[in-house]
């Protein structure tokens, strides 16, 4: 008699993140337990106290790299998995805590902790992809949690998962969002954010903060200057651009000519 066929395995590691993205993977409800149905959920402490060792054939990965015993690690996770895909802002762009990196994270040390010399940190807060190759890079602070079950079927199936890369303006157009930037003077980085929220806060009134990074071919240069032409100052074009990606590169060559401009 034949054994049953074996179930992929998935394993959900974290690193320096508010676990929101993690979150997104649990609140996926009756989906979840499909997936739950389809694979081996190997190792997920977020959910479960079930931890086994690799090799695994997904490593979903949250969160960014700051401290050395996590470069380290995500070595370790790189070796036992299949298919990595880093998952959220932080894992794919460094978060909002690579906002030091623009700073000396020396200092904020000093000032923040009694006992300096107890901490151990990197100078930068760093993308996974800036350590070991990424698979695939699932943007947003938090996830599109339909993106993440589109993504997991795709690579279980081994097809091209089907992940908007357009603009958030695409996104506005789909809802009749009267442009902001265009009607109110309202600076917006929708034109160069890569769609997935459904133009969440342009619906409300308010310009896109960037949540989901910069899209293929992102002009923000060009967006920069626009916001000039709006009335925006530097020191507010540098904070439009230093926000939940602040180190995808894209935004980060923009807020930093717009600082020594």
């Given amino acids: 008699m034949s054994s049953e066929p074996t179930r992929p ?4 590691f974290k690193f320096a993140s508010c676990d929101g993205c993690q979150l997104s993977l649990l609140d ?3 989906d979840l337990l499909a997936i739950a149905g389809a694979v ?8 479960s106290r079930r931890m086994l060792k690799g090799p695994y054939d997904i490593a979903l990965v949250e969160g960014s790299i700051t401290t050395h015993h ?5 070595q370790k996770v790189r ?6 895909i880093s998952i ?3 894992a794919t762009s460094g978060g909002i805590q690579a906002l030091r990196n623009f700073a000396d994270s020396g200092e904020y040390v000093r000032m923040v902790y009694a006992k300096p010399d107890f901490i151990s940190t990197l100078r930068m807060s760093t993308p996974i992809g800036e350590h070991v190759p990424v698979d695939f890079e699932l943007r947003g602070c938090p996830i599109q949690k339909n993106h993440l079950v589109e993504l997991i079927t795709a690579t279980l199936a081994g097809r091209k998962p089907a992940i908007p890369t357009s603009s958030v303006c695409l996104e506005c157009k789909r809802r009749s969002n009267v442009c902001l930037m265009v009607a109110a003077g309202t600076p917006c980085l929708g034109p160069v954010t890569q769609a997935g929220c459904g133009a969440l806060c342009p619906a409300y009134g308010r310009g ?3 949540c989901f990074g910069p899209m293929e071919s992102a002009n923000a240069p060009s967006l920069a200057e626009r916001f000039t032409i709006l009335g925006a100052q530097p020191p507010e074009i540098e904070r439009a651009f230093r926000t939940y990606n602040a180190w995808a590169w894209q935004f980060r060559k923009v807020s930093e000519e717009v600082r020594t401009s």
């Fill in 88 to 90: 959220g802002a932080c």
């Fill in 79 to 84: 070796r036992s998995a299949r298919t990595l």
């Fill in 40 to 47: 081996e959920i190997a190792y997920f402490p977020e959910a």
């Fill in 208 to 210: 896109c903060y960037g």
């Fill in 9 to 12: 395995r998935i394993a959900v």
């Fill in 70 to 74: 996590d470069a380290n690690l995500i």
């Fill in 28 to 30: 996926l409800e009756d």
